[in-house]
């Protein structure tokens, strides 16, 4: 299974791992084996040039030709999602199964004229936080109310705390409201049935944690297990059994709370309603 990179540029942190997780999760049955990058680092890593060449993996020129040697794609930009359309347009009209890594999207517009692309052509696409396979969250029954936190701030680092709490939830956001301070923020997320779900972020970094109520009582949750791993094998088996991972609805709640999020952060202690 040959898998093509499609990137912002590619001298980032998900490109140099992914492909020997890859490699490794399938005992080298999938292989990344042609890469493109739109521009060279502008953060003073390798070119894209240098970056293939160290990595043993061939240059394409264009987007086309990584597309049509490839079997999969994955279309990377992890802290430039607003690249993610354009950089998919192509991917999107292939039919080949394509991942479109985290954040899908900047927001909800882009979110579905994405999703509308691909299934126009019947091409599977999906989009995930890695934290979704955290062992931790799993059978964790009905969910009543979630606070958690975690690191950074909510336009890059949120989707690792919205992404658990929408699969933990499973309802329509209704709307949000923010605080915020120097170097943190705080969030509420009131959904359509009446649970509520609060994000802490911390700019100075931090653990993801989240203290949970519900059907089995209440808890605490600290992701330890290898929740990237976890990932990286449902990736891997997306390309050899094509199909959407995580439902489209679910990944546009995600981008929609996102969005209001952040007109959220701009009117602290007002709600937003979430589109």
């Known amino acids: 299974?040959?898998?093509?990179?499609?990137?912002?540029?590619?001298?980032?942190?998900?490109?140099?791992?992914?492909?020997?997780?890859?490699?490794?999760?399938?005992?080298?049955?999938?292989?990344?084996?042609?890469?493109?990058?739109?521009?060279?680092?502008?953060?003073?890593?390798?070119?894209?040039?240098?970056?293939?060449?160290?990595?043993?993996?061939?240059?394409?020129?264009?987007?086309?030709?990584?597309?049509a040697a490839a079997d999969g794609i994955i279309v990377l930009s992890p802290d430039n999602c607003e690249m993610h359309e354009q950089l998919s347009q192509i991917p999107l009209r292939s039919g080949k199964p394509t991942y479109?890594?985290?954040?899908?999207?900047?927001?909800?517009?882009?979110?579905?004229?994405?999703?509308?692309?691909?299934?126009e052509n019947g091409t599977p696409c999906w989009s995930t936080s890695a934290l979704r396979y955290a062992e931790e969250y799993l059978r964790q029954g009905r969910v009543d109310s979630i606070a958690s936190w975690g690191p950074y701030g909510f336009e890059t680092y949120a989707i690792h705390q919205l992404e658990p709490i929408m699969m933990l939830i499973q309802a329509r956001p209704e709307k949000v409201m923010a605080l915020k301070g120097a170097d943190w923020y705080q969030m509420a997320v009131s959904f359509a049935d009446g649970r509520a779900a609060t994000i802490t972020g911390y700019d100075k970094g931090g653990d993801f944690v989240m203290n949970i109520t519900g059907e089995n009582g209440q808890k605490t949750i600290a992701p330890r297990s290898d929740y990237f791993q976890a990932f990286i094998a449902r990736l891997a088996e997306f390309f050899h059994r094509p199909e959407d991972v995580v439902p489209h609805e679910e990944t546009l709640r995600i981008m929609?709370?996102?969005?209001?999020?952040?007109?959220?952060?701009?009117?602290?202690?007002?709600?937003?309603?979430?589109g």
């Open 256 to 274: 929609a709370a996102r969005e209001a999020g952040i007109r959220a952060l701009e009117t602290p202690g007002q709600w937003v309603p979430v």
């Open 100 to 119: 479109i890594d985290k954040t899908f999207a900047p927001d909800l517009a882009t979110a579905r004229r994405i999703f509308a692309l691909a299934e």
């Open 1 to 67: 299974m040959k898998i093509a990179f499609i990137d912002y540029y590619l001298d980032e942190w998900h490109a140099n791992n992914y492909p020997a997780w890859l490699k490794q999760a399938t005992n080298g049955e999938t292989e990344v084996s042609i890469a493109y990058g739109m521009i060279d680092s502008p953060i003073g890593g390798r070119t894209n040039e240098q970056w293939c060449r160290e990595m043993g993996i061939p240059q394409a020129a264009t987007i086309e030709e990584a597309v």
